[in-house]
């Protein structure tokens, strides 16, 4: 056994005295043990101050930001700055040891700010200033909107619309066109972006929606316009895949297929003395034409388990495009020639057609 002294340290190394070079393997190694030792308690100490803002720190709401520093063992005093002026100085409890204090200002963040915070001991003397904290509102302002809605949708004539944003959105704007709402919808959530708005009641027929979305840091750009459809209540539409929906109301053709408008097109129906008949019917194929009747025209059958029926009703283009959109008609539904032709591609024959009021 050999007995060794380093400093005023002792050891006692387990070796024989042949083996000289594992012994100073050893005290090598005691060494740097020695050394990390000492150097830690140091390193602990210096710990630099360091400013921060909490996610809980940040009003959506006023616009405003309360930062937050956290400081090294042996600081009395933490002094807050924005811009280079004092914001707020805070004494703290226990300076023995580190930790983090908030500078209790909520700052209102109308332009680009930079926030810095200095530790002070107990004398009054500096342990170090923390790297600024640049902070823009245009950092917490909510991005474009994205609707939730499927292309095409049928909506209720009252219903909930989510949308999503990057950013906390504390109100809504939402706009319809070309028939406004007759009431604004309520906001019921915008927490991290996920937008909850209830009450949108939208006026019957087609509608494109628009959203945009603020919080008291600016305004977000409106989202991408989307195109939806009140079509009364959706229990009393058909169930089909795919069906044709004549809406005298709208004076509007609708194509759908799994409960979205895939197309829709502006209709001439019967005027009042020859109305257009309402009911279920069968779209039957189509039969070139001319003159009044278009370029192609289409007739409708009833039907039963017996089989179908002629009306002697179509639906079919005009050589009258002007009159789209009126009560012209001696009972067919006519469209113009371009979507008729449209509708014959698109639409298969035996078709159910539900002509309504």
């Known amino acids: 056994m050999i007995a060794r002294t380093l400093g005023n340290k002792s050891f006692v190394a387990a070796r024989s005295w042949p083996d000289r070079h594992g012994a100073r393997r050893l005290g090598g190694i005691v060494l740097l043990a020695l ?36 400081y090294p063992a042996g600081t009395k005093t933490v002094v807050f700055s924005q811009n280079g ?12 040891v580190a930790g983090t204090v908030s500078s209790g200002i909520s700052f209102r963040l109308a332009s680009a700010t930079e926030f810095g915070a200095e530790a002070l001991d107990a004398a009054g003397t500096s342990l170090g200033a923390a790297d ?68 949108v009641r939208l006026p019957y027929g087609v509608e494109s929606l628009r959203l945009s979305v603020a919080n008291g840091f600016g305004s977000s750009k409106p989202s991408l316009k989307r195109r939806v459809f009140d079509l009364g209540p959706r229990f009393r539409l058909p169930r089909r895949s795919h069906y044709i929906l004549v809406d005298k109301r709208s004076m509007t053709l609708f194509d759908i297929h799994n409960r979205r408008v895939i197309q829709h097109y502006e209709i001439t129906i019967g005027a009042p003395s020859t109305p257009t008949p309402n009911g279920y019917f069968k779209l039957g194929a189509p039969q070139r034409s001319t003159g009044a009747w278009g370029v192609l025209r289409r007739p409708l059958y009833r039907f039963s388990r017996h089989g179908r029926r002629a009306t002697g009703f179509y639906i079919h283009g005009t050589d009258s495009p002007w009159n789209i959109g009126t009560w012209a008609s001696h009972g067919c539904v006519r469209l113009e020639n371009w979507a008729i032709r449209k509708v014959s591609k698109t639409v298969p024959n035996g078709a159910l057609v539900l002509i309504r009021k």
């Open 85 to 96: 002026q004092p914001l707020a100085s805070l004494v703290v409890v226990d300076s023995a």
């Open 35 to 70: 050394a990390i030792a000492a150097i830690a308690p140091a390193a602990a100490g210096a710990a630099s101050l360091q400013l921060s803002l909490p996610s809980t720190a940040v009003d959506w709401l006023a616009g405003a930001v309360t930062v937050s520093a956290a």
């Open 132 to 199: 600024p904290l640049r902070l823009s509102p245009e950092e917490f302002v909510p991005s474009a909107p994205r609707l939730k809605l499927a292309r095409g949708a049928i909506v209720e004539p009252s219903f909930t619309l989510r949308a999503l944003s990057n950013r906390t959105v504390t109100s809504v704007s939402l706009e319809a066109s070309p028939e406004r709402f007759t009431q604004q919808p309520r906001l019921v959530r915008g927490i991290g972006g996920q937008i909850v708005i209830a009450d």
